[in-house]
């Protein structure tokens, strides 16, 4: 099945300042999507990003918060801007595959 | 819309008994795909299995065991003999028109496994 490599696995960050999530898949892929998981709760669905298009985003989040980029067939970046205590998560990306759903390790972010 | 309902918020059973973990659905889709999830404290989300909406057939995997009902709207997960290492957040999930769209996902079940 095909690997995500996602980055950082974990950072703590001051207030106010941005955090870029990396995501790298080992094959081509369509669609991607990211997600946030705050503490004790489900994924809730960010953003959905399509290669050559601008990602489209779910009720409650915003592109100048969280700006995606898609410059290829394997590659995303998600970025947390102007943090605050409550983008405290963790954040995950995924993308399809014949069999389900990958997902990378997770990025734990603690805005402190 | 699709939902998913883990009504089950949580669950502790000490090791070697069998638990069941529950999931209902909602989707007007004729085809979708249901899947489970396990999340060990660690946090990474492990794949666990994906069934089509055209494939009732329970499914054994080792200690694991899926029963998908679509007349009760309902794909829940058994594991028997439980142990420690079982003991994680599981999340059911359903997509439609796979791999175009996001997962849904219900709210999870944590499992704690007592030795």
């Known amino acids: 099945s095909a690997v995500i490599s996602q980055k950082p696995s974990r950072d703590i960050c001051q207030r106010g300042t941005s955090l870029t999530i990396q995501c790298q898949v080992d094959s081509q892929v369509t669609m991607m999507f990211w997600y946030r998981q705050q503490p004790g709760q489900s994924l809730t669905l960010i953003a959905t990003?399509?290669?050559?298009?601008?990602?489209?985003?779910e009720s409650g989040f915003v592109i100048d918060k969280f700006p995606i980029s898609r410059p290829n067939l394997t590659f995303s970046t998600l970025t947390v801007s102007n943090m605050s205590p409550e983008d405290s998560s963790i954040y995950l990306c995924s993308a399809s595959f014949d069999r389900g759903y990958t997902f990378g390790s997770g990025t734990r972010l603690t805005v402190v | 819309a699709q939902k998913v309902t883990q009504a089950q918020t949580e669950i502790s059973v000490v090791e070697k008994e069998d638990v069941t973990l529950d999931c209902v659905y909602e989707t007007r889709d004729t085809t979708y795909y249901l899947f489970w999830y396990k999340q060990p404290p660690s946090g990474e989300l492990v794949f666990l299995i994906r069934r089509n909406s055209f494939d009732e057939q329970n499914e054994i995997s080792g200690r694991y065991s899926w029963n998908f009902q679509k007349s009760t709207s309902s794909f829940n997960f058994t594991i028997t003999a439980s142990q420690v290492v079982d003991s994680a957040v599981y999340f059911c999930?359903?997509?439609?028109?796979?791999?175009?769209?996001?997962?849904?996902f219900g709210k999870g079940t944590r499992l704690s496994v007592i030795a």
């Open positions: 999930a359903l997509s439609v028109n796979s791999g175009n769209t996001p997962l849904v």
């Open positions: 990003a399509n290669q050559g298009s601008e990602a489209t985003y």
